[in-house]
């Protein structure tokens, strides 16, 4: 006897198979149609934390003259009403970080611009999440005109991967995946499916980590807290760990709080804080020396810390890629990704305050022995990404010179 879900899987696949193929078409005629010159390049932005994925490339072909640059912004998105229809700080953000170079708000009185009347080459998304953007900005729309290219606004901690999905990537034309095992890995599975070129040129956001200043004073403590419980998206100890870290912080050492953007939002809408609650938390910890990081490019607050606590997040092969201690809060739910089973050696894994408490206690005192576990992972499975931007914009060339250009 059929169930509903049989009814919804008939369903579903067929519709997602042709929308699948309808962005092949459009691809395919993309990728043997010549470039202007200079190359025009749009990057569709939206959330100020995650500028600094893609900000290395932006500014490279900013100021070179084989490229012409345009920053779309996008409202950002409102998780409470989903509508991203209104502007905050996220415009002057971006204006600031435009560097002089063009840029164009995406929506005006209410409507979205029409991005295909630009005549870009290539638009660089900063997150393939089509349903948090306006419908007129969707991948799936503008892959019909222009070839659609994405950095990953994170790495992957699970597997399977839950930000490589069918729906993101079936409309992509060249997408920088942030390791050769992920490169290799989807190529194998699109074969043949559509023409897109899935490559690893280095991840930027691990190009700018590895240049961060590698000395370890083990004296101020970074708390990067997880925005949701769900075992699929989330993994968060905050409620755990918070107590016991907001007495810990009141102690010499300095400790620096940056939850997830989305983590007081969601856990109001959860029912797990009210907004007074959150409030009163946040003047304790202001209370007791508490820092709530308040920079925008989480490279700035590295540069302040010197030994990591995080939930399951892509912040932890970031921070990793500094040299310093990393104390992962372990959510084993499911199995590791590549990227995470290449680091894991080198992280201390904690499962409750106790163990928390005493690797902490340890690393305070200088007693670091994975130091060197880290450095020679990072020595050996990292070289690809130190020069990842310049790898980038030379593979962009690289196909509008296959293509060529138009006269």
Same mark, same amino acid.
């Given at each position: ?201 280095? !991840? ?7 240049? @961060? %200043?590698?000395?370890? $004073?083990?004296?101020?403590? =970074?708390?990067?807290? *997880? ?123 904690? !499962? ?7 690797? @902490? %206690?340890?690393?305070? $005192?200088?007693?670091?022995? =994975?130091?060197?576990? *880290? ?33």
């Amino acid at each position: 006897m059929s169930t509903k879900n049989d009814v919804i899987r008939v369903i579903k696949y067929p519709v997602r198979r042709a929308r699948g193929l309808k962005s092949a078409r459009f691809i395919n005629k993309l990728a043997n149609t010549p470039s202007s010159r200079p190359v025009k390049v749009g990057f569709i932005v939206q959330m100020p934390q995650l500028w600094q994925k893609t900000s290395s490339v932006y500014e490279k072909m900013l100021v070179m003259e084989e490229f012409e640059t345009t920053m779309i912004i996008v409202p950002k998105f409102d998780i409470s009403t989903y509508k991203c229809d209104t502007y905050g700080s996220e415009l002057d953000f971006f204006i600031s970080h435009a560097l002089g170079g063009k840029y164009i708000r995406a929506v005006n009185d209410g409507k979205c611009i029409d991005l295909s009347t630009l005549g870009l080459d290539y638009v660089f998304y900063q997150r393939m999440y089509n349903d948090f953007i306006p419908p007129e900005l969707s991948s799936t729309e503008v892959c019909h005109y222009t070839r659609v290219c994405y950095i990953p606004y994170s790495t992957t901690e699970t597997s399977p991967s839950t930000i490589y999905e069918d729906a993101c990537l079936r409309d992509l034309y060249l997408g920088f995946l942030e390791d050769d095992i992920s490169a290799e890995k989807y190529s194998k599975k699109y074969k043949g499916r559509y023409h897109k070129r899935l490559v690893s040129e280095g !991840y930027p956001e691990f190009e700018k980590c590895m240049k @961060l %200043d590698r000395s370890c $004073s083990y004296k101020t403590i =970074l708390w990067t807290p *997880r925005w949701s419980y769900d075992s699929r998206s989330g993994g968060s100890h905050f409620f755990e760990y918070n107590d016991f870290l907001t007495e810990y912080g009141n102690m010499p050492h300095k400790l620096i709080v940056r939850p997830h953007p989305l983590m007081w939002d969601n856990f109001i809408k959860e029912g797990r804080i009210t907004p007074e609650e959150a409030e009163n938390l946040k003047a304790k910890w202001q209370e007791k020396g508490i820092v709530t990081d308040s920079n925008v490019e989480i490279e700035d607050t590295f540069d302040q810390a010197d030994i990591m606590i995080s939930d399951r997040s892509s912040v932890i092969p970031m921070f990793f890629l500094t040299g310093k201690p990393v104390i992962y809060c372990a959510f084993d739910s499911g199995r590791y990704s590549d990227l995470y089973n290449i680091i894991l050696p080198g992280i201390y894994r904690v !499962y409750d305050q106790e163990q928390l408490e005493k690797t @902490l %206690d340890q690393l305070l $005192s200088g007693e670091d022995p =994975l130091r060197e576990k *880290r450095l020679e992972i990072i020595d050996k499975h990292f070289k690809t990404s130190e020069n990842a931007t310049e790898r980038i914009v030379r593979c962009i060339l690289d196909d509008c010179s296959r293509r060529g250009y138009t006269s």
